[in-house]
């Protein structure tokens, strides 16, 4: 067993979203998203990983495809690897979304 502590990740930046690894193994990354009022990240895909967004603090938009999902905290949102994925803080307090990326076995 690991023990991480999810805090020590809430880095934030003036000039962009922060993304902050806490777990990396073969299969899986465990990561945090940290956003600024306004700051965004744009449409990408992970092929061949499903995704898995938890939203811990602030609200604001996901993009997926072209449709817009409003989330807040508490939020979770499942992206599948063919899923094409962007995120933008509307409110006016920091975001961070925990993330958790694995890799699809065929």
Known sequence: MEKYTIHAAQQFSEERF????IIRNKRSVVFLL?????QHMKLHNHP????????????????????????E???VIYCQAKDKLG?????EE?????ATM???IY
């Open 87 to 91: 995120f933008t803080n509307t409110g």
């Open 48 to 71: 061949v990983r499903e995704l898995y967004l938890h939203v811990l603090d602030g609200s604001g938009v996901f993009i997926l495809e072209d449709k817009e999902f409003p989330v």
């Open 73 to 75: 905290q508490g939020d």
């Open 34 to 38: 940290n956003f600024l009022p306004g």
């Open 94 to 98: 920091k975001v961070s979304i925990y």
């Open 102 to 104: 694995t890799k699809l």
């Open 18 to 21: 922060t993304k902050i690894n």
